[in-house]
């Protein structure tokens, strides 16, 4: 098959596919197999496209019903990515209820003077009420962390689950594990971060576009929550607002990115154009 690679992913892996070419998504009609990042994808520029093969689990924007009507496959990354991204969310849940980057900017600063017995206080984290918003595979890596901690776990999920609205207003902690659908853009709007208690802090390292970014630049402004952002609504682009403010730390969607996580992403990206060259079913389908 004649492949067109976005960038060279990470890991021997890729190198099993032998003459790739590797730049951007410009019309080819030659090209067999795309593989992307989460990438925009028009059929019409690629006439001979027969698969899509996406390194990574989240693939809202490759345009997959527009893909599968044209009789393209598409095939993505799960299940390999959930304890990097679990463990970054507890680094930015330990990162944002403890005031670490606080601290460390005010080290480098030269702006510690005082005792450490001196004020700078932090929530603490045990004994807290954790809120998983879709209790999936990351959302079920997180939980399972969350008893080292000694937390309360409460969690929404597509089936089951208590009210969203409940558990915003129950919960110390937040952290978003749902995947962006029509269902779920938008979904944290101006109201329902209202619920949340006054001190309590927000995680979000699923997609930006579930939580109204406007809305959430407000409420730390007002300096009435904290949070940890790993994306954003329209990245690379982080609000202006966002990066001043010491009650939110912020990472450049970083959720996957530890290399043994990204060459198991490859290596699933890899087995899936081998398989479809040999006729065999794809490891994982992204059915619509």
């Known amino acids: 098959m004649k ?12 190198d099993e596919l ?28 690629f006439p001979a496209l027969r698969l899509v093969a996406n390194f990574g689990v989240g693939y809202d924007r490759i345009g997959v019903e527009a893909l599968t009507e044209r009789g393209i496959a598409v095939t993505n990354t799960p299940g390999v990515l959930d304890a990097a991204t679990a463990d970054l969310t507890w680094a930015l849940i330990l ?12 080290v480098r600063a030269g702006e510690w003077t005082g005792s450490w017995a001196d004020g700078f206080l932090a929530e603490e984290l045990s004994g807290s009420t954790l809120g998983i918003v879709g209790l999936g595979r990351i959302g079920s890596a997180v939980a399972r962390r969350a008893e080292g901690f000694e937390l309360r776990v409460l969690s929404t999920r ?21 995947p962006l659908t029509a269902e779920t853009q938008g979904l944290l709007d101006a109201r ?3 619920l949340l208690r006054d001190g309590a802090c927000l995680v979000n390292t699923a997609r930006g576009e579930i939580v109204d970014e406007d809305a ?13 952002v790993d ?3 329209h990245e690379p682009h982080v609000p202006d607002a966002l990066v001043s403010l010491p009650n939110v730390v912020l990472t450049p969607h970083l959720g996957s990115a530890t290399r043994q996580t990204r ?5 699933i990206v890899v087995d899936n154009v081998l398989a479809y060259e040999r006729g065999e079913a794809l490891l994982t389908p992204v059915e619509t």
């Open 158 to 178: 597509r089936s089951g689950g208590m009210a969203l609205d409940e558990l915003l207003a129950e919960s110390d902690i937040v952290t978003i594990h749902a």
């Open 216 to 228: 959430l630049v407000r409420e730390l402004v007002a300096g009435r929550i904290r949070a940890g």
């Open 18 to 45: 032998g003459d790739v070419a590797v730049g951007p998504l410009q019309p080819r009609d030659d090209v067999e197999a795309l593989l992307v990042a989460n990438e925009p994808v028009d059929a019409s520029e």
């Open 192 to 194: 329902r971060l209202s």
């Open 263 to 267: 060459e198991a992403m490859t290596r």
């Open 3 to 14: 492949v067109l690679a976005t960038r060279r992913y990470p890991g021997p892996a890729f």
């Open 231 to 233: 994306v954003f609504a």
């Open 95 to 106: 990162a944002a209820r403890r005031r670490v980057v606080e601290g460390d900017a005010r």
